[in-house]
């Protein structure tokens, strides 16, 4: 099986501070699951950062989809970032954008035609059951829905990796129950390997995932 | 309501600056037009020996463009019948050389002296005159009104400056969100720097817009013609076609420059 992500003997850590990460060496394969746990500040979102290159390795090695993040240069980040699928906990939608841009978003950035982005959207939206709200605004929908949205978006389009931060840390049981469900047919229907940071993994899940916890600035496999 | 402030935000600034532009170069076509006529109206005449030499003249001052003997004949055959040919020809004899000279631009009364002393120390030269309408308080006044028009438009330019520098720092606040989201689904930059783009771009139009459709209401207002008028000068230097360009240079470039700053100074957050 091919690795997804691949760390060896990784550390991360912000300017002037001690590592959060000081050593973690781990593998994550095509189609996994993988949950990463670990307490409140061990390094979880940092981890899940470098992963989508937006926090610096500061050493080891990190490869996604196989590209070396330690010298990647701005355009091939760029590039990177058009095949992976991030969802935040804080949902980071575009204000000014109706629900339907927001999810059309990643289709705009690679380039395809509007009716297509549209037509994908919609598609997206009724999975995601938020059809009759694709005209509103993010600050219009409670903060479920704005998650349902996100998850929308970061399916829309078909990313071969899906990074999520606490995706369901400030959700109701419904919406958290869609996102889940959302994010385990992605992984069984389209074979997208995910990444969920989190921190409990919830007791909703059928299957038996892989789950990875961060502790004391290493990375320790549970099952 | 919040689109109007936003686009006002950059377009008065940027107005206020093009505005500036405008009168500083309908100010200069002015005073460059007064001077011109100025230096018509002068006139300098040498009386000199009749072995100088023109060239001495012509290289004593820079200010000299050209210099020309003044043809004497004319003067001569209106007191011809007054007189008989031998006493003509006797005046002739003694008659000196009498030289115009043509300036290159108008000069103040100090820089005519100069001229004068200069002009008298050539071997030859008996004598200066230097006739001149009275213009010179009136283009003082220009040229005292053209340095504090400089002055305020450098003023303006410097405070309209400051504003815009201050509407890109809530421009960069505003737009950082919206770009760092796009940056993490790997938006290039183009993409997620259209907006601002777009918005420098209108703004710059309306700014000129407002700038042109004012000096349209100017020129064509009578009171401002009359004024102008009054100075002499001619209503038509008030507009020129070169000046658009001018303009929409300055005020796309400024525009432009304003949102690349903006987009230049994005740090994506960790």
Redesign the interface.
Known sequence: MRNVIEAESLKLA?PRHEAVIKSATFQIHTGEFVFVTGASGSGKSTLL?SM?G???ISGGKLQVGGIDMNSISG?K??????H?G?IFQDY?????WNVEKNVM??L??AGFPKDVCRAQARKLLAHVKLSHKSDKYPLELSGGEQQRVAMARALAHNPFLILADEPTGNLDDYSSRVVWDLLERANEELETTIVVVTHNIPDIFSADYRHLMIEGGAIYEIH | MRSIRHHLALVLPLFAILFSIEYLLVFDRITDNYEKRLKENYSVILVADKSVKLSDISHSDTLIESVEPVDTETVLKRIKGSMNEESLEKIKEVMPLFISVKLRRYAESGRMERLKRELLSIKGVRDVHIFEKVHDRLYAMLLFMKTNFYLFGLFLGVISFLLMVKQMTIWQFEHKERMQIMALFGAPVWLRSGVLFRLAIVDAFLALAAVVAAMIYLVTDSKVESIVKSMGADPSLLLHFNDLAVLAAASFSIALFAAAWVVIRFKEEQ
């Open positions: 912000y950062k989508y937006s926090m610096p355009s980040l760029y590039k990177l970032r058009r992976i991030v980071k939608l575009i204000k000014e978003l990643p705009i950035i």
